[in-house]
């Protein structure tokens, strides 16, 4: 392959990544799929190829489609134990966020409801919503009828924004505060301060640390209260499993405040937050090493601020 072909297809790897990111909710596996599109670049007829952007956002589409539809993929989403990979802000795999709409759909609460969609209306809503596709372009790119992706894309709509606890954009300082408050009152075991900071249909996602072969998922305000007093109670044998006694950290983790627990520059667990009207509207804990992996390389390249609580 010459260099300019390489380099062509250097220039689309950013997006490409981001696309397959938000199609299939995992960075290690979007970062396949890109590397998939370029052995397909690599072996295609290249002259015959009019729009390359064109060509490579529909080969890494219906290659995270495939997998999607694969029968491993169906029994791991299917099992209940199944939840985005975190990313640091600035990974680049993140991709467009000028827009609400392009923020929101890399937020770690709208990837886990694209779960809920068929792996088409997922394709059809991410292509739309975070990219700006036309309805021409999205039934060139999945090979449907214009009226076929607009009815995808409606019916998506319809079910994120049934499932949405949040109404439009929350200021990031505003945000912040409120976790900040939130945390202060989880390590000091303030549980009515905890029960006051969340909203009426306040819910929790947590994968366990990776322990069990489903997530653990919480309703109610005194529910999730107990279960963050349990999680951020300091105890020995939790030092012990996790090697350490942590520091905490507030930073943005898929555009949301999120609060990481870091041992000797390690992150061992992060819980993104979904503020809403000065209240905490959803949780989503991921403390499973496979899915930290690129978090943590982000955070010992980048660094971050000074630790919001240093002894746990």
Same mark, same amino acid.
């Given at each position: 392959?010459?260099?300019?072909?390489?380099?062509?297809?250097?220039?689309?790897?950013?997006?490409?990544?981001?696309?397959?990111?938000?199609?299939?909710?995992?960075?290690?596996?979007?970062?396949?799929?890109?590397?998939?599109?370029?052995? /397909?670049?690599? @072996?295609?007829? =290249?002259?015959?190829? #009019? +729009?390359?952007? %064109?060509?490579?956002?529909? *080969? $890494?589409?219906?290659?995270?489609?495939?997998?999607?539809?694969?029968?491993?993929?169906?029994?791991?989403?299917?099992?209940?134990?199944?939840?985005?990979?975190?990313?640091?802000?600035?990974?680049?795999?993140?991709?467009?966020?000028?827009?609400?709409?392009?923020?929101?759909?890399?937020?770690?609460?709208?990837?886990?409801?694209?779960?809920?969609?068929?792996?088409?209306?997922?394709?059809?809503?991410?292509?739309?919503?975070?990219?700006?596709?036309?309805?021409?372009?999205?039934?060139?790119?999945?090979?449907?009828?214009?009226?076929?992706?607009?009815?995808?894309?409606?019916?998506?709509?319809? /079910?994120?924004? @049934?499932?949405? =606890?949040?109404?439009? #954009? +929350?200021?990031? %300082?505003?945000?912040?505060? *409120? $976790?900040?408050?939130?945390?202060?009152?989880?390590?000091?075991?303030?549980?009515?301060?905890?029960?006051?900071?969340?909203?009426?249909?306040?819910?929790?996602?947590?994968?366990?640390?990776?322990?069990?072969?489903?997530?653990?998922?919480?309703?109610?305000?005194?529910?999730?209260?107990?279960?963050?007093?349990?999680?951020?109670?300091?105890?020995?044998?939790?030092?012990?499993?996790?090697?350490?006694?942590?520091?905490?950290?507030?930073?943005?983790?898929?555009?949301?405040?999120?609060?990481?627990?870091?041992?000797?520059?390690?992150?061992?667990?992060?819980?993104?937050?979904?503020?809403?009207?000065?209240?905490? @509207?959803?949780?989503?804990?991921?403390?499973?090493?496979?899915?930290?992996?690129?978090?943590?390389?982000?955070?010992?390249?980048?660094?971050?601020?000074?630790?919001?609580?240093?002894?746990?």
């Amino acid at each position: 392959m010459d260099g300019a072909a390489i380099d062509r297809f250097e220039a689309s790897r950013g997006r490409l990544a981001s696309l397959a990111y938000r199609l299939l909710g995992s960075a290690a596996d979007a970062e396949d799929a890109v590397q998939d599109t370029f052995l /397909r670049w690599q @072996a295609a007829d =290249r002259e015959r190829i #009019e +729009v390359p952007e %064109a060509w490579l956002t529909k *080969v $890494v589409t219906h290659l995270c489609l495939d997998r999607l539809r694969s029968a491993q993929a169906r029994h791991e989403r299917a099992a209940g134990a199944w939840l985005p990979e975190p990313l640091l802000e600035g990974d680049p795999m993140l991709g467009p966020a000028d827009t609400f709409e392009q923020r929101e759909s890399v937020s770690l609460a709208v990837l886990t409801l694209l779960e809920r969609l068929s792996p088409v209306e997922r394709a059809v809503y991410v292509l739309r919503e975070a990219f700006s596709y036309s309805h021409a372009e999205i039934a060139q790119i999945l090979d449907i009828t214009e009226s076929a992706s607009q009815q995808h894309v409606h019916r998506a709509r319809i /079910r994120v924004a @049934a499932e949405r =606890r949040r109404g439009g #954009e +929350v200021d990031p %300082a505003s945000a912040r505060r *409120v $976790v900040e408050e939130f945390l202060a009152a989880a390590v000091s075991g303030r549980t009515e301060r905890l029960v006051a900071l969340l909203t009426d249909d306040v819910t929790a996602v947590s994968d366990g640390a990776g322990l069990g072969r489903r997530l653990l998922r919480y309703t109610t305000r005194e529910r999730v209260a107990s279960y963050v007093r349990a999680g951020f109670k300091p105890t020995p044998a939790k030092r012990r499993l996790a090697g350490g006694s942590p520091v905490f950290h507030i930073a943005l983790v898929n555009g949301s405040p999120a609060v990481v627990a870091v041992i000797e520059e390690r992150v061992v667990g992060a819980v993104a937050f979904e503020v809403s009207d000065g209240r905490v @509207a959803s949780l989503c804990g991921i403390a499973a090493a496979g899915r930290l992996a690129r978090l943590n390389e982000a955070w010992r390249r980048h660094g971050s601020d000074a630790p919001v609580i240093h002894a746990w």
